[in-house]
């Protein structure tokens, strides 16, 4: 397949790229900046830019023109300012979605963040508040579309290096997991069909990646 990445720089996707390419697919990064495409294309990835916050969604779509898949991991992060939390982690969604439509692109793998539908404890920062309400909402629009969807929750992303084992399922309680291995599960979820209409929390484990997630595909 050739795979659309929206936030194709980002840290997960970086080690997602490579993945692809030995799994016979092509990735394309779509980035906001011509500086990141000489380290990009190094990774095997073909590069079209994008600016996630500036352009509409029919930039999305063009931008996403001959691929079969969207894979949506971009984020304005936990920190920093309110309004990219918007900006970028819910309208930069929004618009993935719309412009999968508008390209004629059904799968869609959407990286969130665990338990963010829970509800938030007094006392919780402005930005945090922010970052979990966008990530919330970008789901429950994913869900709400008639898209052939996936939603990968996962816990704290650390740099560690992969285990290419994990614990994922709809309740796995919070934790931490390499960003490595988050990319290794996007990989696994892009090539099982029966992955589709389901979400799922994220963190390290002891189960191997490709068992983990035909189990937790046909458990839930």
């Known amino acids: 397949m050739r795979i659309a990445i929206v936030g194709g720089h980002g840290q997960v996707a970086r080690h997602l790229h490579p ?17 990141y495409r000489a380290e ?7 590069v079209r830019l994008l600016d996630i916050e500036r352009q509409d969604e029919n930039a999305f779509a063009a931008g996403f023109e001959r691929c079969d898949a969207v894979v949506f991991s971009a984020g304005g992060g936990p920190d920093g300012r309110v309004e990219r939390k918007r900006t970028v982690d ?3 969604a929004l618009k993935s979605i719309a412009g999968a439509k508008a390209a004629g ?7 969130s963040a665990i338990n963010v539908d829970n509800p938030l404890p007094p006392g919780t920062s402005e930005v945090w508040t922010a970052y979990v309400h966008a990530k919330r909402d970008a789901d429950a629009a994913l869900r709400d579309s008639d898209l052939d969807w996936t939603i990968i929750r996962p816990g704290r992303l650390t740099d560690d290096p992969a285990t290419g084992a994990v614990s994922l399922g709809p309740d796995v309680p919070r934790g931490d997991v390499p ?4 990319a290794a599960v996007l990989a696994a979820v892009l090539a099982d ?8 929390n994220l963190v390290a484990g002891e189960t191997p990646i490709a068992e983990a997630v035909g189990q937790a595909a046909h458990s839930s």
């Open 179 to 182: 960003r490595a291995d988050v």
């Open 105 to 111: 692109i059904r799968r869609f793998v959407q990286v």
């Open 193 to 200: 069909d029966d992955t589709v209409g389901h979400q799922w």
């Open 19 to 35: 993945i692809l390419v030995r799994a016979g697919h092509t990735p394309v990064a779509l980035v906001r900046k011509e500086t």
């Open 90 to 92: 819910l309208e930069g």
């Open 40 to 46: 990009l294309e190094g990774l095997g990835a073909e």
